[in-house]
């Protein structure tokens, strides 16, 4: 029996039970098979022996395989052919696949969490889940570092230091043994070197010499090479043609070529159907388009329009731009020539000429039938006839409907005409029949029903148009026109063109379905969006190059956009010497040659570590940078100048910090705490400075004693800003009190002031109501009502503690009839009023006591 099969006796009788097709678990591809014969049974989409075999290409899917998948291809092991669901390849995710996995994740789906530590992995393989190692580190998990000898990735590479050096296992760099630090030189190791360290190979241990990486020069490997010039000491010439190079690599010398070029001197365009930075981008114009090999941009062939030339030109355009038609009277054109169609009635180039006599119809082509004189209509065809004659084509003399010798019989051509001798009917555009009885059928139109409704095809059968004109009834979705020849309008979809597209700032829509077909730089539903950060082009698909120094990709055509001081396709290049700005156009103006210009602001001062005219004196001791103008931060622990170029201080022994201004870590000593001392030994300590020494020894200990010294500088200092905040405080206290006290004894003197109270009375409708304000000092008759707002907060608390309870209610003096009455008297500053104040039993306000 086939393997694919499996027997059970039951009953004595076989069943037999589908468990694998061809090896392969039916749940898990593409088919079941058939328990009786063990034939693959394949699912939608799918044929041949084991059904393997897809029906539809790798990226399409549906019945007839017309819909296009949405996956990614690369990412994906394969669209479904009869939904178009995208199964990923491992390390990948999404509804297309689109997105990779992260950092933490892998497999399939990226289901599956890494377990690598990334203290010492590089990343985890999508696929596998293995650890990759940081150069230096190897085993399952990367804990170990390299076997003694071995450096790098996995630990490929053997080291090269010999006996007098020991092996870096990151990068399999030598640290030699007794040789100076890389930045230091001199007998001793004392001194250090002016080199900028990123741009140079190394510093020469006895001269402090900077031998420079290729693509630098100057003393100190400070200056980059100009554009013309690569290699070591920027001696070699750079061989590329600059009308099709961006820039020479200062490396290799390698001509790195403009979008759209390629080859070794980027002498070639990119091959047919590819575009941009080393052709890396594929084009998206279709058959109707030619792409542009720098940008990616499609140039539509006469026609055609949109991003990718995927539509053809609306109803009144045509050509290479969609220009507008040139034709008259309602007449439409071809959408690639721009020939004009002119409508029944006219012709010429432009549609503008009337027919001439004899001829009628679309173009005037039809010849008139019109005999014995007679003229014809030029839009119709129907014949005006000459007096004495009759007829459609004006050939009889008998009456309307009658034929036959002497017009004796009667026509029977349904309101049509006969022929004068033998009575057969000559039926009008639109009527065929023996009698004239019938319209013309589905799909024609004209004289006796001659012509097809060829242009009015609608869901692939024939459509219907006017019987006697030929004008179209109903154009499929999409179109329009008297022949449904166009295309919709921009702006407009659907049937008869009557939906108005829903898409942003003028993206075009598909005249069909209506969905925004985004411009280049754009996406979205309605194309409102544009590329999220980082990507570009047509439907956002091509990712942004690594823009350096902050510079923006653009989401319509991916290129970096350069701040001031940059240059070069990822903006990573700054000015070359002699300019600055944007686009490193503008040219510096030092008024002296030896002098460099900032490449981002253009201000002119000598390079770092030089001043005077002609650049040529070192900073003098103290001072460092451009023009010598920083002044140094070191403290006395450190000699009396910084390093000339950076600033760094350069300690004494014993001392360390950007400043100098810690001891160096215990069991360590000298330059740069660069020595330990070990094991000293009794009666031995380890001094800073010197090392391993007796505790009488005259010089052991002298670096402590100098650290506990500035210590005790700085700590005078502090103690005195303590002392001085205390004293200003006090007396800030001193004054507060003396202000309290002063207007508490102001409030009991005015307290119960010899002034006149006001009491209102008022109406009869109100009685019972009173105001009863005692004016609390004479001045305050006299308030002026900008003085109100002068008062300090601490005037107007004390103000508000100054009101109390007053009198019963039966107090009466200065009585008034009316509020009126109760006006202030004027003064020379303005006329003012008394406030007043109510009371109530439970206690009494009063106003702010103004001052003079």
């Known amino acids: 029996l086939s393997g694919n099969l499996r027997i059970i006796l039951e009953n004595f009788q076989c069943s037999k039970k589908c468990d694998l097709c061809n090896g392969i678990s039916w749940t898990d591809s593409n088919a079941a098979c058939d328990p009786i014969t063990g034939a693959c049974k394949c699912e939608r989409g799918y044929k041949g022996p084991d059904c393997k075999q897809r029906v539809c290409d790798e990226d399409m899917y549906g019945l007839d395989c017309s819909k296009q998948c949405t996956c990614v291809m690369e990412n994906t092991e394969s669209c479904a052919p009869d939904t178009g669901y995208c199964r990923c390849k491992p390390g990948y995710m999404g509804d297309s696949c689109e997105q990779i996995c992260s950092k933490l994740?892998?497999?399939?789906?990226?289901?599956?969490?890494?377990?690598?530590?990334?203290?010492?992995?590089?990343?985890?393989?999508?696929?596998t889940g293995r650890c990759v190692c940081l150069p230096g580190r190897t085993g399952e998990k990367c804990a170990d570092d390299c076997p003694d000898g071995y450096f790098g990735m996995d630990c490929a590479f053997k080291c090269q230091c010999g006996e007098n050096g020991v092996c870096d296992k990151k990068n399999g760099s030598c640290k030699c043994r007794n040789v100076c630090d890389?930045?230091?030189?001199?007998?001793?190791?004392?001194?250090?070197?002016?080199?900028?360290?990123?741009?140079?190979?190394?510093?020469?241990?006895?001269?402090?010499?900077?031998?420079?990486?290729?693509?630098?020069?100057?003393?100190?490997?400070?200056?980059?090479?100009?554009?013309?010039?690569?290699?070591?000491d920027c001696a070699k010439k750079c061989e590329c043609n600059y009308n099709v190079t961006s820039e020479c690599e200062l490396t290799t010398g390698r001509c790195v070529c403009l979008p759209g070029r390629t080859g070794e001197k980027c002498a070639d365009d990119c091959p047919d159907g590819y575009f941009g930075m080393d052709c890396a981008y594929k084009c998206q114009c279709g058959e109707n388009g030619v792409c542009d090999k720098r940008n990616g941009s499609c140039k539509c062939r006469n026609g055609f329009h949109g991003p990718t030339c995927s539509i053809s030109c609306p109803a009144?355009?045509?050509?290479?731009?969609?220009?507008?038609?040139?034709?008259?009277?309602?007449?439409?054109?071809?959408?690639?020539?721009?020939?004009?169609?002119?409508?029944?009635?006219?012709?010429?180039?432009?549609?503008?000429?009337?027919?001439?006599?004899?001829?009628?119809?679309?173009?005037?082509?039809?010849?008139?039938?019109?005999?014995?004189?007679?003229?014809?209509?030029?839009?119709?065809?129907?014949?005006?006839?000459?007096?004495?004659?009759?007829?459609?084509?004006?050939?009889?003399?008998?009456?309307?409907?009658?034929?036959?010798?002497?017009?004796e019989k009667e026509c029977d051509c349904n309101g049509g005409s006969c022929q004068q001798k033998t009575g057969k009917c000559v039926c009008g555009p639109g009527q065929e029949g023996d009698h004239c009885e019938k319209e013309c059928e589905p799909g024609h139109f004209g004289f006796n029903c001659r012509e097809t409704c060829g242009n009015c095809t609608l869901d692939g059968s024939t459509g219907q148009c006017d019987a006697k004109t030929g004008t179209c009834l109903k154009c499929p979705v999409g179109r329009s026109g008297a022949n449904c020849q166009?295309?919709?309008?921009?702006?407009?979809?659907?049937?008869?063109?009557?939906?108005?597209?829903?898409?942003?700032?003028?993206?075009?829509?598909?005249?069909?379905?209506?969905?925004?077909?985004?411009?280049?730089?754009?996406?979205?539903?309605?194309?409102?969006?544009?590329?999220?950060?980082?990507?570009?082009?047509?439907?956002?698909?091509?990712?942004?190059?690594?823009?350096?120094?902050?510079?923006?990709?653009?989401?319509?055509?991916?290129?970096?956009?350069?701040?001031?001081?940059?240059?070069?396709?990822?903006?990573?290049?700054?000015?070359?010497a002699g300019?600055?700005?944007?686009?490193?156009?503008?040219?510096?103006?030092?008024a002296s040659e030896f002098k460099q210009c900032d490449p981002?602001?253009?201000?002119?001062?000598?390079?770092?570590?030089?001043?005077?005219?002609?650049?040529?004196?070192?900073?003098?001791?103290?001072?460092?940078?451009?023009?010598?103008?920083?002044?140094?931060?070191?403290?006395?622990?450190?000699?009396?100048?910084?390093?000339?170029?950076?600033?760094?201080?350069?300690?004494?022994?014993?001392?360390?910090?950007?400043?100098?201004?810690?001891?160096?870590?215990?069991?360590?000593?000298?330059?740069r705490c660069s020595r330990e001392c070990g094991d000293c030994g009794v009666g031995y300590e380890c001094d800073a400075a010197i090392g391993c020494c007796h505790a009488d020894q005259l010089s052991c200990g002298q670096a402590l004693i100098e650290f506990q010294r500035q210590q005790g500088?700085?700590?005078?200092?502090?103690?005195?800003?303590?002392?001085?905040?205390?004293?200003?405080?006090?007396?800030?206290?001193?004054?507060?009190?003396?202000?309290?006290?002063?207007?508490?004894?102001?409030?009991?003197?005015?307290?119960?002031?010899?002034?006149?109270?006001?009491?209102?009375?008022?109406?009869?409708h109100n009685e019972g109501t009173e105001f009863n304000n005692p004016l609390y000092s004479r001045q305050s008759m006299m308030v002026d009502p900008d003085r109100g707002s002068e008062l300090t907060p601490e005037e107007e608390m004390l103000e508000q503690k100054k009101i109390r309870g007053r009198t019963p209610i039966d107090r009466q003096q200065n009585e008034y009839a009316t509020l009126d009455e109760m006006a202030g008297p004027t003064s020379s500053r303005g006329q003012s009023t008394v406030p007043l104040l109510a009371e109530s039993n439970e206690g009494t306000s009063m106003p702010n006591e103004s001052s003079s």
């Open 105 to 127: 994740f892998w497999g399939k789906d990226c289901a599956k969490k890494c377990e690598c530590n990334y203290n010492v992995t590089s990343e985890c393989e999508l696929t």
């Open 182 to 232: 890389e930045d230091m030189y001199g007998l001793d190791c004392s001194k250090q070197c002016t080199c900028v360290m990123e741009n140079t190979e190394s510093c020469a241990p006895d001269t402090g010499y900077c031998r420079c990486k290729p693509g630098y020069m100057g003393d100190s490997c400070e200056q980059i090479c100009s554009k013309l010039f690569w290699g070591k």
């Open 316 to 407: 009144g355009h045509f050509g290479e731009s969609c220009a507008a038609c040139q034709c008259r009277n309602g007449a439409g054109c071809d959408p690639v020539t721009g020939e004009c169609h002119c409508p029944a009635g006219w012709t010429g180039p432009k549609c503008d000429t009337p027919c001439a006599a004899g001829t009628y119809g679309p173009h005037c082509a039809i010849a008139c039938r019109c005999k014995n004189g007679g003229e014809c209509d030029r839009f119709t065809g129907e014949c005006k006839c000459t007096r004495g004659f009759k007829g459609p084509d004006c050939s009889s003399q008998c009456e309307n409907g009658r034929y036959g010798d002497d017009c």
């Open 486 to 576: 166009h295309s919709c309008e921009d702006g407009r979809w659907g049937q008869d063109c009557a939906e108005k597209c829903s898409c942003a700032d003028g993206h075009k829509c598909d005249p069909v379905t209506g969905k925004c077909i985004c411009d280049h730089g754009y996406t979205g539903e309605n194309c409102e969006q544009q590329c999220p950060e980082g990507t570009w082009g047509f439907n956002c698909t091509n990712k942004c190059p690594a823009c350096a120094n902050g510079a923006l990709c653009s989401h319509v055509d991916g290129t970096c956009s350069c701040p001031a001081g940059y240059e070069g396709r990822l903006c990573n290049r700054q000015c070359v």
């Open 579 to 590: 300019f600055w700005g944007l686009g490193c156009t503008k040219e510096c103006k030092c």
């Open 600 to 671: 981002h602001t253009g201000e002119c001062a000598c390079p770092a570590g030089w001043q005077g005219d002609r650049c040529n004196k070192p900073c003098e001791d103290g001072y460092y940078g451009p023009d010598c103008i920083n002044k140094c931060k070191c403290r006395g622990t450190s000699s009396a100048s910084c390093h000339r170029v950076t600033g760094a201080c350069q300690c004494h022994a014993g001392f360390t910090g950007e400043f100098c201004h810690a001891l160096c870590p215990e069991g360590t000593y000298g330059l």
């Open 713 to 764: 500088i700085e700590g005078h200092s502090r103690t005195g800003i303590i002392v001085l905040a205390v004293i200003a405080f006090a007396i800030l206290s001193v004054l507060l009190v003396s202000m309290m006290l002063y207007y508490r004894r102001k409030y009991m003197r005015e307290k119960e002031p010899e002034a006149p109270t006001v009491v209102y009375h008022a109406e009869n």
